[in-house]
């Protein structure tokens, strides 16, 4: 369980250093690229292309700017708190708090995964309130989060600075690039017991999106054990980054499971949204 009682929730700026961004360029600047087997930058089989790798680092490192990247994510209300979690101790938490205008509006908590962070949700926000090693290497984190971002997402047009941005985000956490894998190793570890449990049944009402281009795509008849749907929908197209690749969609998924007339309208006493 997770403990948030003793928590104060602390205004946070993101504001990396000149000496880190110097480092970063220094890495980039150092970087040795292997033979390219495919030089084509559309033939993805062998991950990400060498050529591809070659010219998203040079304009990491002479082009792109994180410092207006920086600018434009501290717009956005950021705050920390510690959450104390049993058995593993006390984590600092990153979170954004948006409200929206109307006082009793629908609070939504949005989680993000693995290559995820809060700027995957920042497009959404709108429409809902009107790390070889990546540990020391950026050029090793970009590859591997590129070829995710390419392979999970249904043909999504990304352009360099939103791809910099995304890994950016990573490198300079204040845990490190690979803090976020912790979550995937202690799941594996966990006794089989524990494991043999599967997931119990949800009770409360819960809506779910279908993409066709998630990591894995199963027939929509097998969540339905998982819990109580109310409300299910199957887009057409799509992936694993939804919130960013779809933004109206999904948004629209949320408005039609509160609005007035869905399946859970009312549900938070007080908080209807209108």
């Not at 304009?59 to 510690?82: C, H, M, S, V």
């Not at 509006?105 to 709108?126: R, Y």
């Not at 043909?155 to 950016?168: A, H, Q």
């Amino acid at each position: 369980m997770a403990d948030i009682d003793a928590g104060i929730a602390k205004p946070f700026t993101i504001d990396i250093s000149s000496d880190k961004l110097d480092l970063l360029r220094q890495k980039l600047e150092l970087t040795a690229f292997p033979d390219a087997i495919l030089a084509n930058e559309s033939d993805w089989a062998h991950g990400p292309p060498v050529p591809t790798m070659r010219r998203l680092v040079e304009y990491w490192r002479n082009g792109f700017d994180w410092k207006a990247a920086e600018a434009r994510l501290n717009l956005l209300p950021q705050y920390t708190i510690a959450i104390n979690v049993d058995g593993f101790g006390t984590f600092d938490v990153h979170y954004l708090h948006v409200n929206k205008a109307a006082k009793n509006a629908i609070p939504l908590l949005m989680v993000h995964g693995w290559p995820g962070s809060f700027f995957e949700f920042t497009k959404i926000l709108g429409p809902l309130t009107n790390g070889d090693e990546p540990t020391f290497d950026p050029v090793g984190l970009l590859g591997w989060i590129l070829d995710k971002l390419q392979d999970w997402t249904d043909n999504y047009p990304w352009t360099d600075d939103e791809i910099l941005t995304w890994v950016s985000i990573y490198w300079f956490s204040t845990s490190g690039p690979t803090a976020s894998l912790r979550l995937y190793y202690e799941s594996r570890r966990a006794p089989q017991e524990q494991k043999k449990k599967g997931f119990a049944w949800a009770k409360c009402p819960m809506g779910i999106s279908h993409f066709p281009m998630d990591i894995n795509v199963s027939p929509v008849v097998w969540s339905r054990p998982m819990g109580n749907f109310v409300l299910e929908r199957v887009h057409t197209s799509g992936g694993h980054f939804a919130a960013w690749e779809k933004p109206d969609i999904l948004a629209g998924d949320l408005k039609d499971m509160f609005k007035k007339g869905g399946p859970v309208y009312g549900v938070v006493r007080g908080r209807d949204g209108y």
